[in-house]
């Protein structure tokens, strides 16, 4: 069988001209191997009719056996020939035809240089698209952090808002004074707070006793 992989054959026809002729040679064995056996079959039914025939069907196995390897070893022969002469007439397609799908390759022709010109330029693309990516995630969680801040941000001055807005109903509208109006009321319910809890210790104590 030929080596050669003949990869264009085998892109116009769909199939590679070798695997053609070996499924033609498996076919044409294999009928050779069923003659032989209808060949033997008929011999044995013949010598059915002559009772006193001293052969038996052992060696008229042998006998065939023989014969098919004669037959074999002068078919391999004739399809070696008959192979080479399909590939290279029949199952071969010329160096000057052009399939239909390649004539791209005809209008842009190019060279083993320009061809690996434009790999390295498309794999540098794909680098840079990879990094602009990269970048560009990098800015989606800055963004994404930014507004988490900016959300914050404004609670606060909500807070200050509503801080100012207390503080003007009470009387002062400067905010160094409302903060001052607040710590003072603070301290007071931190006073209140303790002597609530300093009467509370009392009346528990005053609770145990009794």
Known sequence: MSVNPMAYEAQFFGFTPQTCMLRVYIAFQDYLFEMMLVVESVIL??????????????????????????MKEH??????????????????????VLLPEDKVH???????????????????????????ASAGQALQAELEEQKAVRAELEKILQWFDGLDNIC???????FKESFAFLTQNSKRLQDVLKDVEKKSKRIKKH????
């Open 45 to 70: 039914k013949k010598l059915d009719g002559f009772p006193g025939c001293k052969i038996s069907p052992c060696q008229i196995r042998k006998s065939t056996e023989k014969f098919l390897l004669f």
């Open 207 to 210: 609770d145990q006793l009794l």
């Open 75 to 96: 078919f391999d022969k004739l399809f070696s020939k008959m192979e080479e002469v399909l590939l290279q007439l029949v199952l071969n397609v010329p160096e000057n």
């Open 168 to 174: 003007r109903e009470h009387g002062t509208s400067n």
């Open 106 to 132: 005809e209008q842009y022709p190019y060279t083993k240089e320009q061809f690996q010109a434009l790999q390295d330029e498309i794999q540098q693309l794909q680098q840079q698209y990879r990094a602009e």
